[in-house]
């Protein structure tokens, strides 16, 4: 199984990005996909999720309304769409897979498989 995030950079306070998380080896339409971030000494934590079929997703309190997790099961690959970014989303943005749960989790525990981050730095 194999992530592989990319998209993220810098941006300024206000502005937008999209990450991309890219899965291969694995039957990608049957996980749950997540987005975790985690900034500079702090601990990993959740962003959103999306369902296997991309019917449900959820969303960390803080970006709700700003972000937008989406997935394209033919093409194997899940988005986040971050909009009116601000120097709190500054982390290292990981995608995960959840193999328990179609739904996907909302905890770092439910997750497998993890991809190798990307770093957003929003500058104010």
């Known amino acids: 199984v194999q992530l592989q995030a990319s998209g993220g950079g810098l941006v300024q306070a206000g502005g937008s990005l999209r990450l991309s998380c890219a899965a291969s080896?694995?039957?990608?339409?049957?996980?749950?996909m997540g987005w975790f971030r985690q900034a500079p000494g702090k601990e990993r934590d959740f962003v959103a999720v999306?369902?296997?079929?991309?019917?449900?997703?959820r969303y960390e309190d803080s970006v709700e309304g700003r972000f937008t997790v989406s997935r394209d099961n033919a093409k194997n690959t899940v988005y986040l769409q971050m909009t009116s970014l601000n120097s709190e989303d500054t982390a290292v943005y990981y995608c995960?897979?959840?193999?328990?749960?179609?739904?996907?989790?909302?905890?770092?525990?439910?997750?497998?498989?993890w991809g190798q981050g990307t770093q957003v730095t929003v500058s104010s």
């Open positions: 995960a897979a959840d193999n328990d749960n179609p739904l996907g989790g909302n905890r770092y525990r439910d997750y497998e498989y």
């Open positions: 999306v369902s296997w079929n991309g019917a449900y997703t």
């Open positions: 080896g694995m039957p990608f339409s049957r996980y749950g």
